[in-house]
């Protein structure tokens, strides 16, 4: 639990940080400066200098170092605000450095917390446990660019490998390069069935950790969400109370569009992108099973298909955007329910 949180605190200080040392700004009550420090960026020095004093209102910005940090200022006693600065920004200021941005910091908590746009940080296990799915996904990536490397390589001499899987390209294809380009290409094959069982190995880790979250379960029930996608989704929201309405899951997601009105201008923008990538990422590519040849006939596909049948340049796309928006509201109104997933229930609503 955060520190109660004071309306008007006697010290507030901005905390700009850095990979080695980070810059402090203390203001007091009434906005007049107390102090300007550098702190080293280590649990040590942080410690010394906000360990064992008067609770401070403690802002600074979120960012690789902000998890641990934020933890260890609340840990000491300290109201700790994580700020969004994409949104507390807007248009990148003009002049800035560490001490600026310290001193912005320490204002801006001071006058309202509102303006900051507070972000709040999972917990430390949810952390440790996206880090494997995170690996896992790097290490796909690699994969698959190597592939994709091996098969332009063999096309350039006027040669092509044949279509396989990933996970059987290593036999497939071993035998089946060009001899030109054997001493080239053949590390990088040895290097692919390498990394395939280094994911075998992640994906046996996933199946094991989805063991501790009970309700994996219950998101694997629509088509499309595989335990994967669902365990990411479950782990990156960690608590389903934390919208107050299961349709802000698909902003949380950034799969709602930009927006940008002014007196009776409206533009239609692409999606803010906002949050995590790679839970956008699946929720997308499960999107694209929903509508894909194999995915079963549902009320999410139908919806897709509704908005794809509209016709213009980009209406597939604006389809998928949608069902992977519509997906990420179902998957939170499944997980806080606790109740079965019926693929046509507005159907079997109506004719109740």
Not at 46 to 51: E, M, P, S
Not at 182 to 195: F, G, H, R, Y
Not at 267 to 286: F, M, T, W, Y
């Amino acid at each position: 639990m955060s520190p109660k949180r004071t309306l008007y605190p006697k010290v507030t200080i901005g905390l700009d940080l850095g990979d080695k040392m980070s810059q402090v700004y203390e203001l007091d009550l009434h906005g007049e400066r107390l102090n300007e420090a550098k702190v080293a960026t280590t649990p040590t020095g942080l410690q010394r200098y906000f360990g064992g004093r008067t609770q401070c209102r403690v802002v600074l910005e979120v960012g690789t170092h902000s998890p641990w940090v934020s933890r260890l200022l609340t840990e000491c006693g300290h109201e700790t605000i994580v700020a969004n600065p994409s949104a507390m920004y807007g248009k990148r200021r003009r002049r800035r450095n560490d001490r600026l941005d310290a001193e912005f910091l320490a204002r801006q908590g001071r006058a309202d917390i509102a303006l900051l746009h507070p972000i709040r940080h999972r917990g430390v296990e949810a952390q440790q446990h996206l880090a494997i799915i995170r690996a896992r996904d790097e290490i796909v990536s690699l994969r698959t660019a190597l592939i994709c490397h091996v098969r332009g390589a063999v096309k350039s001499i006027g040669g092509r490998l044949p279509a396989c899987s990933a996970e059987a390209f290593p036999k497939r294809v071993g035998a089946e390069i060009p001899p030109a380009v054997v001493p080239a290409l053949q590390p990088m094959v040895e290097t692919i069935a390498d990394l395939t069982r280094r994911i075998d190995a992640y994906d046996e880790q996933i199946s094991q950790l989805a063991k501790r979250y009970p309700d994996v379960q219950r998101l694997q029930q629509p088509s499309g969400v595989g335990l994967l996608t669902a365990l990411t989704y479950l782990l990156l929201v960690e608590d389903p109370k934390r919208f107050r309405h299961s349709r802000s899951a698909g902003a949380y997601f950034g799969l709602v569009p930009r927006l940008d009105e002014s007196s009776a201008s409206s533009p239609q923008l692409r999606i803010s992108k906002a949050g995590d990538e790679l839970g956008r990422r699946l929720l997308v590519n499960a999107a694209h099973y929903i509508l894909g040849p194999f995915g079963p006939d549902c009320e999410l596909r139908q919806f897709g298909a509704a908005i794809a049948e509209r016709g213009g340049k980009n209406a597939k796309k604006r389809a998928v955007i949608a069902v992977a928006r519509k997906l990420a509201v179902l998957l939170h109104r499944l997980w806080l329910s606790e109740t079965p997933y019926d693929p046509h229930y507005e159907q079997h609503r109506r004719a109740a």
